[in-house]
């Protein structure tokens, strides 16, 4: 397993990762319409676009097994973790594990005291795991369609360096 910088061409292989992760993984506790308005299998162009720009934006970490991307996350300056998706067949493998670990490493490194993420039901126990606590429940609205999850924050000094439990959410997705 190989963590680095995911490259500027390799946004296709980051959406399938999003993709996958969002309906194969998420899926499971948001209604068909909530997953569509999410991660819309017939996206069009300007969705796709604006997705890309984002990504590129936030400059996610991926993570390659075998010369195959199965991961992808980022950690903004702020502390904001804006994307955290593992690929639906690569999760429960300690990847999403190894992937947050990585950020938090980061996060020490460069100072930030606090990650704060906006996170999907199916990923609250991973981030759990690491010691996150949930601020607010909230309801997000992702092309006209209301989105349940939690605002969680994690005070970086108090982080375990590794999760406080394994189990099979092991790198569950990131509410978008």
Request: a positive charge.
């Amino acid at each position: 397993m190989r963590i680095r910088r995911a490259a500027p061409g390799e946004a296709p292989a980051l959406l399938a990762i999003f993709q996958s992760s969002v309906r194969g993984l998420a899926s499971r506790d948001y209604t068909p319409a909530q997953i569509d308005a999410w991660a819309p299998l017939a996206a069009d162009a300007a969705w796709c676009e604006a997705w890309r720009r984002r990504v590129g934006a936030n400059q996610p970490w991926a993570v390659e097994i075998e010369a195959r991307l199965v991961a992808y996350a980022d950690l903004q300056p702020s502390g904001y973790l804006d994307h955290f998706y593992v690929a639906a067949d690569a999760a429960g493998q300690g990847i999403g594990a190894a992937l947050m670990r990585h950020l938090l490493g980061i996060a020490r490194e460069q100072g930030i005291d606090c990650v704060v993420a906006d996170v999907s039901l199916r990923a609250r126990a991973f981030f759990e795991r690491f010691g996150f606590a949930v601020e607010r429940e909230q309801c997000v609205s992702v092309r006209g369609v209301s989105l349940r999850n939690a605002r969680m924050r994690l005070a970086v000094a108090a982080a375990p360096a590794a999760p406080l439990a394994a189990g099979p959410l092991a790198g569950t997705p990131l509410n978008d």
